[in-house]
């Protein structure tokens, strides 16, 4: 054994157990958080999801651009393992070489060379992208900016003192490159610059000193670095919601009779996963540059969010492992000191947060969580929730109208409820906005004449449907929620409903995914779905009508990014022989929300912009006549911003289900 086995023996077991505490830490700070949550379930899809997200990149590929310098760095991280493995054991024993691998060490030191290169080149692109060009997702504090630079520059110097290693490896052989190893860079650079072997042991020990630093200080810095993300983001890519939970709002339970609180006001009262949802934020700014709520001026950022919850981590959790009790830090909550009740007040539950962020952070989870804590432990919520919270527990449904004039709408239309004959090929769910809303009470109807002319035996539960939850649920009360949820199931198991068509995509979410929770099981479709299939089918038929219109469609966030239809409502359109679909900038998983979901049809906009403005805007910058919607919500938003440019005389609103109608035959 050598001195420098013996230096690096001594150097490696400090740098290991520094590293073990660190990360010990971690993860007793993780546990702090209370809240259960099991996800071990469901292994083979969680594996098959870390194979295509965090191996595949496949949401960082999203943006071609940044995604593929993420892409090149995160491969040359994980080839590079090789590398560092052979000069760890170098350590040990200095002669130490994979060669005996074989022929299999050809792609070892092949990899070595072009991802040493193709890295560097990575991480000048991204140094120019923050730098140069500034992309504005990417602006952080400076702290954020320091931790950013630290980083990439370390990876540098990995890169950099393995080619140096590998250069002089060649020079030390007078640049014989042994059969089963493949190092042109290394080889080019090294015949460059040197005429013979002469002194290339010292350079290449001191290369090869740096290289292990450097790996071992970038190791234990990780920890304390939001880069924290190259050791949390496959274990969170990992245990992210499975599918058949992903984008549902889990269920609280309401009956335990000794809770002290419900919902979340600070990291102890979460689970440890949205601890680790914390620790894996990259601060990619991804979810944020796509937040309606952030584009148009609010103070609600889903990256802040994320980020405060880690900070709150860091600041509260190791006081409580180490049992301190008085703390200035204690005397503080995440709600309310770190992250502001408008922040959460002002999230549309849209869910595009979720959709780009890379490491597969639960926002909306996080968000609707802390709105509960509000809502149901403090009873502090806007004002004008009052109302709504009193009409939905009076009312069953959010507006102040009669639930006797629910079926109204209904009248001289020849529609039978369940009560009346329950005998029937699907159930018409009409939701609220359909039952009194006076504009969506045409589209309910326009839809309800599609289903006769197609000879669909279908019925509807009149004055027996209540408000499907959905706004209660996402505004915190989780309570109002399930009371609705229940008293739904229970009327339509009595029935014994099976498949049910609606108009709105919330009760559609609701309905197919999140009653499942308390025993109601159906087959739900969006009436955009019924109508293809009726096409389709040929059980209503179109006509050829002359008078051309442009359209437009926009995707409900509750229909496209959170069930995934966003075909069905564009080959409808298309089957329009009259109909010129253009779509907008930001369409499909990209579609950018009109504002009204998660409860935020009911509040004021008190700062900020107006999302439906911006959404606006952009429909009709497309020159459409038409803007088609397949939601209440979206209608209601899109058609006042209509009104608010003074459009309404050339612009309309439609819902597909009247664009079927006016052409059917
Ligand atoms: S769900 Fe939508 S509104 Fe809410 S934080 Fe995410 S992107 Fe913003
Ligand atoms: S939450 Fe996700 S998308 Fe947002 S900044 Fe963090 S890593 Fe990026």
């Not at 050598?2 to 001594?10: A, D, P, R, S, V």
């Not at 157990?17 to 209370?34: D, E, G, H, P």
């Not at 198991?493 to 499942?516: D, M, Q, W």
């Not at 051309?548 to 409808?572: A, F, I, M, Q, W």
Request: proline share 3%.
């Amino acid at each position: 054994m050598t001195i420098k086995n013996i230096f690096f023996i001594l150097f490696f077991l400090a740098a290991l157990t520094f590293f073990v505490w660190s990360c010990r830490n971690l993860i007793r700070y993780m546990l702090v958080a209370k809240k259960k949550d099991d996800r071990f379930d469901k292994i083979p899809e969680r594996i098959k999801r870390v194979l295509t997200v965090a191996f595949g990149q496949s949401k960082l590929l999203r943006d071609p651009i940044a995604g593929s310098i993420h892409f090149v760095i995160f491969w040359g991280f994980m080839l590079f393992l090789f590398a560092v493995l052979e000069s760890i054991l170098q350590g040990f024993y200095s002669p130490f070489s994979f060669k005996f691998l074989g022929p299999l060490y050809i792609p070892i030191t092949l990899v070595q060379d072009v991802f040493g290169l193709l890295v560097i080149i990575a991480i000048v692109l991204s140094l120019i992208r923050r730098f140069v060009f500034k992309v504005k997702r990417l602006d952080v504090d400076r702290e954020g900016k320091i931790d950013a630079v630290t980083i990439l520059l370390l990876i540098v110097v990995v890169c950099i003192s393995m080619f140096g290693q590998n250069i002089f490896h060649v020079a030390k052989q007078n640049f014989f490159i042994e059969p089963n190893e493949l190092r042109p860079i290394s080889s080019a650079i090294g015949a460059l610059l040197f005429s013979s072997n002469s002194n290339a042991d010292i350079p290449f020990e001191i290369f090869w000193w740096i290289h292990i630093v450097t790996v071992f200080g970038f190791l234990n810095y990780l920890p304390y670095s939001k880069h924290l993300h190259v050791l949390t983001s496959i274990p969170n890519t990992f245990f992210a919601n499975v599918n058949s939970k992903r984008n549902t709002i889990q269920p609280l339970n309401l009956d335990d009779e000794n809770a002290e609180y419900f919902g979340s006001s600070d990291i102890d009262q979460m689970s440890w996963k949205q601890i680790l949802d914390g620790y894996s934020c990259t601060e990619c700014g991804r979810c944020t540059s796509v937040c309606p709520a952030a584009t148009v001026g609010k103070s609600l950022s889903p990256r802040k969010i994320i980020v405060d919850i880690r900070r709150r981590t860091k600041d509260k959790a190791p006081l409580m492992v180490n049992d301190v009790t008085e703390s200035e830090v204690l005397l503080k909550t995440l709600v309310h000191d770190y992250i502001t009740d408008s922040e959460l007040w002002a999230c549309t539950t849209c869910n595009a947060c979720v959709q780009e962020c890379p490491v597969m952070i639960e926002h909306v989870d996080s968000i609707v969580d802390m709105r509960r804590n509000l809502v149901l432990t403090e009873s502090n919520f806007p004002n004008s929730l009052n109302n709504v919270f009193k009409s939905i527990e009076t009312n069953f449904t959010p507006w102040v109208f009669n639930q006797a004039d629910r079926a109204n709408w209904a009248d001289g239309m020849n529609i039978k409820t369940m009560a009346e004959d329950s005998n029937c090929e699907i159930l018409f769910w009409v939701g609220c906005a359909g039952s009194f809303d006076s504009r969506y009470r045409k589209v309910i109807q326009a839809f309800a004449l599609i289903m006769q002319k197609a000879n669909i035996n279908f019925r509807i539960l009149g004055t027996e449907e209540k408000c499907n939850g959905d706004t209660a649920r996402r505004l915190g009360n989780e309570y109002l929620a399930q009371m609705m949820m229940k008293d739904n199931i229970e009327t339509l198991n009595k029935y014994g409903v099976k498949k049910i068509v609606t108009a709105c995509p919330h009760c559609f979410h609701s309905l197919e995914r999140e009653y499942k929770q308390f025993g109601g099981n159906y087959d739900v479709v969006h009436h955009s779905q019924l109508i293809e299939e009726l096409l389709n089918s040929n059980r209503i038929k179109l006509k050829n009508k002359e008078d051309k219109s442009r359209v437009t469609y926009h995707d409900s966030c509750y229909l496209g990014r959170y069930n995934n239809v966003y075909e069905e409502p564009r080959n409808t359109l298309k089957n329009i022989k009259n109909i010129d679909l253009v779509e907008m900038k930001r369409n499909k998983s990209r579609g950018f929300c009109c504002g009204a979901g998660g409860g935020r049809m009911f509040l004021e906009d008190e700062e900020g912009g107006r999302i439906n403005i911006e959404r606006t805007t952009e429909a009709l910058k497309t020159g459409a006549d038409t803007i088609a919607s397949a939601c209440p919500f979206c209608m209601t938003m899109l058609t006042d911003g209509v009104k608010q440019f003074e459009k309404n005389e050339v612009v309309s609103v439609k819902d597909i289900a009247e664009l079927v109608l006016e052409n059917i035959n």
